[in-house]
């Protein structure tokens, strides 16, 4: 008799998903319950938060400019700490560091894969209670094995990702993921401190009702997208859609790909380029987005998985959710620009 595989858990799936690989050696198997184990532990720390001391600034700025939250810097040290140390990782990009992080010792120099990584997204809202997120992309190096890693293995198209995913951690923390077969959330059980299957086979409704966006920079945004949102609001009381934005992509994304929605951040007279990262935030989102049946574009039509990255902190603009919503919004900015 067969056993009929019910895998419960994040780490029974993986194993379960890694028969799909024939010529799979357990490696990324390895890697992506590292990062389950990452993920435990920065959830603890935000869930203890608000009693630890560690809410507030911690007196310093990313390379970005803003200011680093104290649960920023132990996430950021707490994902490099347990990624490198798999064996699986010999070079990472952070939203939290200018260059990407290698480390000359032959344990990490024998590492198959790069990550890039935002170790927290939405860092304004950790002192509000607010839902934040990590943000994670995994390749296959480029560079020899046994070499150190360079930026050839970081600046790649987003189509050459094995793996991408997010952790939110909001009213329950979720971990969601894809290798290229779907896209498939986790729910952590407290009470066995393990990541349990709740979301199997995650696929977003063609067409919602909800928009993310932050209307305050409605006069920097280009007329297609100002006609688009005007569209939204509708010509009478019924609109038929309904704004939701909380400030935290991962949360945003998270119910517009299970509700049906787009997540938009446009190019604005302030940043041109939009705000949101290529490497570690746009591209693993798309790589969901597009596996769970959606699209995630530069609103122009352009792939967000077939840019090929100039910088690891480049920027650009997003349009991402539901099929039939993101077509929409293009067809207004092909329209009005
Ligand atoms: P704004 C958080 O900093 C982030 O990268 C996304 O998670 C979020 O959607 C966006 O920026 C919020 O930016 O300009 O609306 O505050």
């Not at 302030?270 to 798309?286: D, H, V």
Request: proline fraction near 4%; aromatic fraction near 10%; hydrophobic fraction near 35%.
């Amino acid at each position: 008799m067969t056993a009929n595989i019910q895998p419960q858990t994040l780490n029974e799936f993986i194993i379960l998903q890694q028969t799909a690989f024939p010529y799979a050696k357990g490696d990324l198997t390895r890697l992506l319950n590292h990062i389950g184990v990452a993920a435990k532990i920065v959830n603890r720390e935000v869930n203890a938060a608000g009693l630890a001391d560690i809410l507030g600034k911690a007196g310093k700025t990313n390379i970005q400019g803003e200011d680093v939250m104290k649960l920023d810097e132990f996430a950021n040290e707490q994902f490099i700490r347990v990624l490198t140390s798999s064996g699986e990782v010999c070079g990472l990009a952070s939203e939290e560091n200018h260059d990407i992080i290698t480390f000359n010792n032959n344990f990490t120099k024998e590492g198959k894969y790069v990550v890039c990584i935002d170790p927290l997204d939405g860092s304004s809202n950790i002192d509000v209670n607010v839902s934040i997120g990590t943000i994670f992309s995994i390749y296959r190096r480029i560079t020899e094995i046994g070499t150190l890693p360079d930026d050839r293995d970081i600046l790649q198209p987003g189509t050459k990702q094995v793996a991408a995913g997010y952790v939110i951690y909001g009213s329950s923390t979720m971990l969601v993921y894809t290798t290229g077969l779907g896209v498939t959330g986790f729910t952590l059980d407290p009470s066995i401190g393990e990541f349990c299957l709740s979301h199997y086979n995650i696929v977003t409704p063609e067409k919602g009702n909800l928009y993310s966006i932050n209307e305050g920079y409605y006069k920097q945004f280009s007329p297609g997208v100002q006609k688009y949102l005007d569209h939204c609001k509708g010509k009478d009381e019924n609109s038929g859609y309904s704004a939701r934005y909380i400030g935290s992509m991962v949360a945003d994304f998270h119910r517009n790909l299970l509700k049906g929605g787009i997540y938009m951040y446009p190019s604005t007279k302030k940043q041109e380029g939009g705000k949101l990262r290529l490497l570690y935030e746009a591209n693993p989102i798309a790589f969901l987005a597009e596996q769970a049946g959606g699209l995630a574009t530069d609103g122009k039509g352009n792939r967000i998985l077939e840019i090929i990255p100039k910088a690891i902190h480049q920027r650009v603009p997003l349009f991402t959710g539901s099929k039939k919503m993101v077509e929409d919004v293009e067809g207004w900015i092909k329209k009005y620009g």
